[in-house]
């Protein structure tokens, strides 16, 4: 039988397998490795999401300012008012 044991040294884990069957065949160690890895205790799965609303509205305000410069380059005075319009209501 196949056991896994943890052997920790430094920051480093490492797993070592010992087999009470050593004159196993390959194909044996290989069922015995899977067995010990799905008795392993697994870590659990999760996702870190970091939402930074601060940020989030400071590139979207800057967007909205920068749709309203584009505009009045492009000599579009009903572009610029409509976007300078949002950034009011933002900065409201």
Do not use: C
């Not at 069922?31 to 999760?46: C, D, N, S, T, W």
């Not at 300012?65 to 900065?91: F, H, I, T």
């Amino acid at each position: 039988m196949w056991s896994l044991g943890p052997i920790v040294h430094g920051r480093e884990r490492r797993y070592q397998y010992r087999s009470s069957e050593p004159h196993a065949t390959a194909q044996r160690q290989r069922e015995l490795r899977a067995e010990a890895v799905r008795k392993a205790r697994q870590g659990p799965l999760f996702f870190d999401l970091t939402l930074s609303l601060s940020k989030s509205i400071s590139i979207f305000h800057a967007s909205l300012g920068e749709n309203a410069r584009l505009a009045r380059e492009a000599g579009d005075q009903q572009g610029d008012e409509y976007w300078s319009a949002l950034v009011g209501e933002v900065d409201g």
